[in-house]
């Protein structure tokens, strides 16, 4: 097993001070896929996000949780989150989520029942196919946006949205490093996260768990 070992300056940063060394190896993942998704893809910013309604699916997955605080505490956007259990519901809550609906069940008669006839962006971490993007692509407003983390199992229909002029954006955070397309971002966005753990900005989202080597 080595001690050592030689990693990309440009896509590190330092530790959080107040996170064990176990609890931060977890955050670089869900922190820069986050993070690009909604900042990169989505292109906000907390000067043009502030408000803007935010879907999140689901609420209590790795990249969800740190969506959930990224989108509510940076950005300043109203936070709807997905969460089929009592105490996930609980969790995205305590999070940041302004409202919670059930994935498991009909999200336009939910968020209708709340008030919200349409969201500006969805960000998406769930599995999908045509006929669960047309249903998601639905409930988007004119010039939204749905920014997922997982491909498509299927080819899509986007066309039928082409009048909305919806933004279709995929994330992996796996390629910056891989193709070597300016790196350095993820540096300065671990940096930036680092900071706001430090500062108690967000809930350390992280559950651990020894298992046996």
Request: proline fraction near 6%; charge should be negative; hydrophobic fraction near 45%.
């Amino acid at each position: 097993n080595a001690e050592f070992v030689a990693v990309d300056e440009r896509i590190v940063a330092h530790k959080p001070k107040t996170l064990s060394f176990s609890e931060a190896a977890a955050y670089p993942l869900v922190a820069l896929t986050g993070a690009e998704a909604l900042c990169e893809q989505g292109g906000f910013t907390p000067e043009n996000a502030a408000g803007k309604l935010l879907l999140v699916l689901p609420g209590a997955g790795g990249t969800g949780t740190f969506a959930i605080q990224y989108a509510k505490k940076v950005l300043g956007m109203t936070v709807i989150a997905t969460a089929s259990r009592p105490e996930s519901e609980e969790w995205v809550r305590k999070l940041g989520a302004d409202h919670v609906i059930n994935h498991r069940h009909n999200l336009g008669e939910q968020l209708a029942a709340i008030g919200i006839d349409a969201v500006d962006v969805i960000y998406n971490g769930v599995p999908f196919d045509n006929a669960a993007f047309v249903e998601m692509a639905k409930l988007i407003r004119p010039c939204g946006k749905f920014l997922t983390i997982l491909p498509p199992k299927e080819p899509l229909a986007i066309g039928q949205f082409f009048a909305k002029r919806l933004t279709f954006a995929l994330e992996l955070m796996f390629c910056r490093p891989m193709t070597n397309t300016e790196p350095e971002r993820q540096g300065r966005i671990l940096a930036e996260v680092s900071r706001l753990l430090d500062a108690g900005e967000f809930e350390r989202a992280i559950n651990l768990v020894d298992l046996p080597l």
